[in-house]
């Protein structure tokens, strides 16, 4: 299926390249197509992340416990318009293993094979105040998972994304930006979905997903989207600030995670509270964000029970990076996970210390990353801690 794919994607390209006479070519960001009579535009990316990394068996003793040597995201990405400028679509599409969120473990009743379709969204923009998609992407979450993972400062997003993200999904969205006074930007977003995540479920359930998030950048927007990539590689000249609040309301959601994981024994809802924040300043940049997630109706899971429960705690992120003019950056990540007390006997109390050296060789789209993380974890209704070192190589080339 995926050469298949690939193939006619080839031959339509091809097929358009054909009529470079009528046609118009744009190498500004990937591959893109315009038909001359503004009809529609196509445009392609595509980006790789090749890792290699290792686990040392405990802080204490360094020999490796294990390795990890693969391509962690494929990804193709397919955007433009349709009829005019305000109508248009994003197309992404993941061929790694790893790129899937599939695995045998993992098998569900709404997971049952893997899915490389991570975003197919249709967008309306009928001014600059609003935006209306309808489609399967990313919901309204946590800064880090809207991000993309081209644009992250570590070869990987936190532990504490990683547990409490809300992840894609499929549904309504829509996005209110405006302007506060001289320099102010505030912007609204939400979204009404399914629920069950992006395995496209045929039959689901009566429960939906509610997201709201709100965006305060009192300073102004920042240079090229800064705001939504990580580290300051602009070097914006004057400080710049974003502060944000959301929350995601699940009802009866049947997978651990919400959007993602495995399933559960029965629907239950779950809320989810953000708060982050990022700041950016000639070559320094901060973030942080706090996530929480309860579920008033699980109940207490036992250690006998099965491994398919919510999560349900809190976890804060912190990152401090300065990114030199020649495009070497020094960054280091403070990540805490802590579980409720329902769940201490199958959920651990994890902290992560990270430091990371990147080099950017164009921007987010060519980098070559190393990470440091040093991991300990304390299972808290016994107060037993375990640590150990974790290493990351990592290339990402994409256009």
């Known amino acids: 299926m995926k050469n298949t794919f690939i193939m006619l994607m080839?031959?339509?390209?091809?097929?358009?390249?054909?009529?470079?006479?009528?046609?118009?070519?744009?190498?500004?960001?990937?591959?893109?197509?315009?038909?001359?009579?503004s009809l529609y535009s196509i445009n392609f990316r595509f980006r790789m992340q090749n890792r290699a990394a290792m686990f040392t068996e405990s802080a204490t003793d360094l020999s490796t416990e294990e390795w990890e040597f693969r391509t962690r995201r494929l990804r193709l990405r397919i955007d433009g318009f349709v009829v005019n400028a305000k109508l248009t679509y994003y197309v992404q599409l993941s061929f790694s293993r790893g790129d899937m969120d599939w695995n045998d473990a993992d098998a569900s009743k709404v997971n049952v094979s893997p899915n490389?379709?991570?975003?197919?969204?249709?967008?309306?923009?009928?001014?600059?105040?609003?935006?209306?998609?309808?489609?399967?992407?990313?919901?309204?979450?946590?800064?880090?998972?809207?991000?993309?993972?081209?644009?992250?400062q570590f070869v990987d997003r936190s532990i504490v994304n990683a547990a409490l993200t809300l992840d894609r999904d499929f549904g309504f969205f829509g996005t209110y930006e405006t302007k506060l006074g001289k320099h102010a930007v505030a912007l609204l977003k939400g979204a009404i979905s399914s629920g069950k995540g992006r395995m496209n479920v045929v039959i689901a359930n009566s429960g939906l997903c509610y997201t709201g998030r709100f965006e305060l950048l009192p300073l102004g927007k920042f240079t090229n989207k800064g705001d939504y990539f990580e580290g300051d590689l602009e070097h914006e000249p004057k400080p710049k600030i974003s502060i944000c609040a959301g929350f995601g309301l699940n009802t009866m959601a049947v997978r651990a995670g919400g959007q993602l994981g495995k399933d559960l024994p029965?629907?239950?809802?779950?809320?989810t509270l953000i708060a982050d924040g990022v700041f950016k300043y000639k070559g320094w940049a901060a973030s942080s964000e706090f996530m929480l997630r309860s579920s008033t109706n699980q109940p207490k899971i036992l250690a006998a029970n099965s491994a398919n429960y919510i999560f349900c705690g809190s976890g804060i992120n912190s990152q401090l990076s300065y990114c030199f003019?020649?495009?070497?950056?020094?960054?280091?990540?403070?990540a805490l996970l802590t579980p409720t007390i329902a769940v201490?006997?199958?959920?651990?109390?994890?902290?992560?210390?990270?430091?990371g050296v990147t080099k950017y060789l164009n921007h987010h789209r060519v980098k070559v990353q190393w990470n440091g993380t040093f991991i300990e974890k304390n299972q808290l209704y016994k107060n037993t801690k375990t640590a150990q070192f974790y290493t990351a190589f990592q290339i990402e080339l994409g256009i």
Request: aromatic share 14%; proline share 5%.
């Open 116 to 152: 490389p379709v991570r975003d197919a969204m249709i967008f309306y923009k009928p001014n600059h105040h609003w935006t209306f998609g309808f489609g399967q992407g990313k919901l309204p979450g946590n800064r880090q998972r809207v991000i993309s993972s081209g644009e992250q």
């Open 266 to 271: 029965n629907p239950y809802d779950m809320l």
């Open 344 to 355: 201490w006997e199958k959920a651990y109390q994890e902290a992560n210390y990270t430091l």
């Open 10 to 37: 080839f031959l339509f390209t091809s097929s358009l390249m054909a009529q470079t006479g009528k046609t118009n070519i744009s190498f500004k960001s990937g591959i893109g197509l315009t038909h001359p009579d």
């Open 325 to 334: 003019k020649n495009r070497w950056e020094v960054a280091a990540r403070h």
